[in-house]
């Protein structure tokens, strides 16, 4: 799919959620800015637009990445999952997100999408065999590594909650992945 | 009978919880609302001087940049009480990052744009901004922070310090510290028909009305502020900060809706910091522990705008039993940004310098830290002399020595080695006074048996939705699914903001109280409801803020482990412990997640918070999240939360005590002085950085 560009702005089709919008954007519109104020999805959230929270968050073709550091006009065709795709169809959230309510892990809220989205693309990583910085050397390459406490914060320290939930989002995440 | 999780205590699950992890809940920014125009505000770049020209033209030329507000011609605000919030009203820049001018533009890039476009000239002054005891332009102020007196005295503390047998005269310091909540100020402004409706950030939106009226000069009938969900606030978001009126100027210049949310940078110069504070704590004890003389005396900074002085030794007047004292704040006007509210103001820096130098008094004396606290509760409250409603320190420190096994502890520093690490454990005590403020509300019962409760409280992640909906259907008993509450608008009955941890007790109140009225009506009456139903309100004006014969204060023991790295100098937490004795405990799950919320952000404090105020450029020097280090995943470990039961009759009538702001205090010396456990080191400058530790180890 080729994008059209006109001066300063290009069309570009991004599949949200599974649904294909094509829109009009400015080339220095980044992601998150699209997600909320043009396609009205405010669950990425903006903490600092500058990849230093964590709460833009979401998974452009299934991995995790800061969308306030991503132009738009960049990501023609691709598949981006945000907070409000994750329950499907269905009624019932995500498995994940049910383990937040449950855990109590998050207290104002605003990191949580991030938090979720971030940790759907942790546990994917580590499932690829993709180790961290507290993964063991020894353990063999390319194969799943388990998830304990330490993997978990590590892998998710990219993503600040000032509310410190921690405690709780850990938890939250070890009961899905058990 | 009430269903189990309408009992009080019962860890009933967030009520706006579902649309928080579905990104469903809508903050400040994220109301849809055709039009809008966004917002970037130009930060002055001189520390101290005056505007001597705006060029605005390069801006005005950009595409979709719409306006250009400077103090040339933005709106006149009438007069307000509080000083920052007079934004371009004339050329003074009083310190760096003082906004000068807002772009107002079709879109955040073309905003962005603008604001690099906006040519500012300056003629700069002189600035100071350093902070030093003996500055000379330091006063004594009238009152500290919270309208405490500056200076107490008891007895003769020099007289008592110089005749003690022992004696620890130390001086601690904390830098400036910034509260960072995750949800940046943001504020959406309409006009419309001569209304005004306002979508903001905020810990109280009948502030923000009030305030509003005043500088605007408008009847508050005609202004609504919603602040349904807010990301965070932890003091900084308690009163209007300037997001909001560059919000209402912009809109009422163009007519159309406007956000201005304010980029994270921005933050640490206009919303209020934690102003530093440098102590000199005297104790003088005698040989059984009993101190004889308590001086703790703080000199901190304020701005050129207003003054605001962090009460930090006002937790001494609280804590022990101590023949003579003087407790006392001096305050250095600078040029510097305006210091206000981050959680737990005087008491987090206060019971910081406090409890670490009773570690270091513990250690002169040879007793256990936990023994020297115990030896020293008071009988009454030391500056006041009034009685406490309740005190439960002493169980709070007793209940933590056990689950934290401190008795197996080695007190002697520097006893404990895992290879390079250097493992120790340090406890603290904590304390934050009971407020309490009037507040309305109004419950009703509908004909399909459920509840409407309403009640401007906010909700800025403490879960007053949740609590007081379980307060309604105890008092209702009914079960909690069939209570709806509203929270969170100007357009319900009026109360007062979420600060001073008096939340709960201040709305709790009038919902108890209408919910108890419309119980007795339901009670009195049979046969179905009218349509509209039946309707109770309450409020607590003269009762909630009426003075008490007690003195009301929670109270709590931290305990911490450390293990300090001699190669790199990092301190990391292993174990974090509090106890609490905080009057009743309404909701298990959301007050573990505040205490332990308040526990991080004293580990932050402790280990990896702290800003400079550059003495060449007169601004803050980390101002972003990559630069100030809000603790992440990995530097949080596992804490417990614990409560002991208190049964307070002198409090409200749900008998509870505010819990959002004892989790930080203390918790920053648990961590110091289990450094100093480990090291043999004290440390005495937060927060601990491998390079402090590593200055510390060795001497140099
Ligand atoms: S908003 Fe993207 S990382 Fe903070
Ligand atoms: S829940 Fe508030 S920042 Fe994480």
Redesign the interface.
């Given at each position: 799919m080729g994008s059209h560009s006109h001066g300063?702005h290009s069309d570009v089709t991004l599949r949200v959620n599974g649904k294909p919008r094509t829109l009009t954007v400015?080339h220095?519109?980044v992601l998150l800015?699209v997600l909320?104020?043009d396609l009205?999805?405010?669950?990425?959230?903006?903490?600092?637009?500058?990849g230093?929270?964590g709460?833009c968050t979401v998974l452009v073709d299934g991995r995790r990445v800061n969308s306030c550091l991503l132009l738009a006009v960049c990501l023609d065709g691709c598949d981006i999952t945000?907070?409000?795709g994750?329950?499907g169809d269905g009624e019932e959230?995500h498995p994940l997100?049910r383990a937040?309510?449950?855990r109590?892990g998050?207290?104002?809220?605003?990191?949580?999408?991030g938090q979720?989205c971030s940790a759907l693309g942790a546990v994917a990583e580590a499932e690829a065999g993709h180790p961290s910085h507290v993964t063991d050397p020894a353990l063999p390459s390319g194969r799943p590594v388990p998830l304990d406490?330490d993997e978990?914060?590590?892998r998710?320290?990219?993503?600040?909650?000032?509310?410190?939930?921690?405690?709780?989002?850990?938890e939250a995440v070890e009961d899905v992945i058990r | 009978m009430p269903e189990p999780a309408t009992a009080p205590g019962a860890p009933a699950?967030?009520r706006?919880?579902?649309?928080?992890?579905?990104?469903?809940?809508?903050?400040a920014?994220?109301h849809?609302s055709p039009g809008r125009l966004q917002a970037w505000p130009v930060p002055a770049a001189v520390a101290r001087g005056r505007v001597t020209r705006i060029d605005t033209a390069a801006a005005l030329d950009l595409?979709g940049v719409v306006t250009v507000l400077t103090p040339d011609d933005a709106p006149r605000l009438a007069e307000s009480d509080d000083a920052t919030l007079a934004v371009l009203q004339d050329a003074r820049v009083p310190h760096r990052g003082w906004f000068v001018a807002l772009v107002v533009a079709e879109?955040?890039?073309a905003a962005r744009?603008g604001a690099a476009a906006v040519h500012v000239a300056y003629a700069a002054e002189e600035h100071d901004v350093t902070l030093t005891e003996t500055h000379p332009a330091g006063y004594v102020p009238e009152q500290a922070n919270g309208g405490y007196p500056a200076v107490r005295e008891q007895g003769d503390p020099e007289a008592a310090f110089a005749s003690s047998e022992t004696r620890v005269d130390v001086r601690y310091r904390v830098p400036p510290l910034h509260n960072?909540?995750?949800?940046?100020h943001t504020t959406t402004a309409h006009w419309e028909d001569g209304r005004l409706t306002v979508h903001t950030s905020s810990q109280g939106s009948g502030v923000v009305r009030a305030v509003l009226a005043q500088l605007f000069e408008l009847d508050e009938e005609r202004i609504t502020v919603h602040a349904e969900?807010?990301?965070?606030g932890?003091g900084s978001k308690g009163t209007p900060r300037p997001d909001v009126v560059l919000a209402v100027m912009a809109a009422l210049r163009t007519g159309r809706p406007v956000t201005v949310?304010l980029?994270?940078?921005f933050l640490p110069a206009v919303v209020g910091h934690r102003a530093p504070t440098l102590h000199r704590l005297r104790l003088g004890a005698a040989p059984d522990g009993r101190l004889t003389s308590l001086l703790h005396e703080v000199t901190t900074h304020t701005s050129h705008v207003k003054e605001f002085v962090e009460q930090a030794a006002t937790p001494a007047r609280v804590m022990y039993a101590a023949a003579s004292s003087r407790t006392a704040h001096r305050v250095v006007p600078l040029d510097v940004p305006t210091p206000s509210w981050m959680r737990a103001p005087g008491e987090a820096p206060g019971m910081y310098a406090l409890e670490s130098a009773m570690d270091e008094l513990a250690a002169e004396l040879g007793m256990d830290p936990v023994d020297l606290r115990v030896a020293n509760e008071p009988e009454t409250e030391p500056d006041s002399g009034k009685p406490f409603s309740s005190r439960h320190l002493v169980e709070c420190l007793r209940e933590g020595a056990r689950r934290f096994d401190w008795d197996r502890r080695d007190p002697r520093p520097r006893t404990w080695a895992e290879g390079d690490l250097l493992i120790g454990t340090g406890v603290a005590a904590a304390t934050y006074p009971v407020m309490m403020w009037p507040s309305k509300a109004s419950a009703r019962a509908l004909p399909d048996g459920t509840f409407l409760v309403r009640i401007n409280a906010a909700d800025?992640?403490?879960?007053s939705r949740t609590v007081l909906a379980q307060i309604a259907a105890d008092v209702l008993e009914v079960p909690l699914e069939r209570v709806r509450i509203e929270v969170g608008s100007t357009e319900l009955p009026a109360a007062s903001l979420a600060g001073g941890s008096s939340g709960t007790a201040s709305w709790g109140w009038p919902v108890h109280e209408a919910c108890t009225r419309l119980a007795a009506l339901l009670g009195d009456r049979s046969g179905p409801l009218p349509g509209q139903g039946l309707a109770t309100e309450a409020d607590t004006a003269g009762r909630a803020d009426a003075d008490s014969p007690y003195a009301r204060h929670a109270f709590g023991a931290h305990f911490a482990e450390v293990a300090v790295d001699t190669v790199t100098g990092e301190t990391r937490v292993r174990r974090l412990l509090g106890v609490y004795a905080a009057g009743r405990i309404l909701n298990a799950?959301?007050a573990?997640?505040?205490f332990?919320?308040?526990?991080?952000?004293g580990l932050g404090m402790a280990l990896t918070e702290g800003s400079t105020v550059d003495a060449a450029f007169g601004d803050f020097t980390e101002s972003?999240?990559?630069s100030y280090h809000?603790?992440?995943?990995?530097d949080?470990?596992?804490?417990e939360a614990h409560w002991v039961d208190e049964d307070d009759p002198h409090l409200n009538p749900m008998g509870s005590k505010g819990i959002g702001e004892i989790g930080i205090v203390g918790t920053a010396a648990a961590i110091g002085n289990a450094a100093h456990h480990a090291t043999g080191v004290r440390f005495r400058e937060l927060p601990l950085t491998p390079d402090r530790i590593l200055t510390g180890l060795t001497g140099r």
């Open positions: 300063h400015d220095r519109r800015d909320r104020d009205d999805l405010p669950g990425a959230k903006k903490g600092c637009d500058h230093q929270c709460a945000t907070v409000e994750l329950a959230p997100q937040f309510l449950e109590d998050f207290q104002c809220g605003y990191c949580t999408p979720i406490r978990i914060r590590e998710l320290s990219g993503n600040l909650c000032r509310c410190g939930a921690y405690p709780r989002i850990v | 699950e967030r706006e919880g579902r649309l928080k992890v579905t990104g469903s809940a809508r903050y920014a994220e849809p595409p879109s955040l890039e744009d960072h909540p995750m949800e940046p969900h807010v990301g965070g932890f949310a980029p994270r940078r800025i992640g403490t879960g799950r959301t573990r997640s505040q332990v919320g308040g526990m991080v952000m972003d999240l990559a809000v603790p992440a995943h990995a949080v470990p596992d804490i």
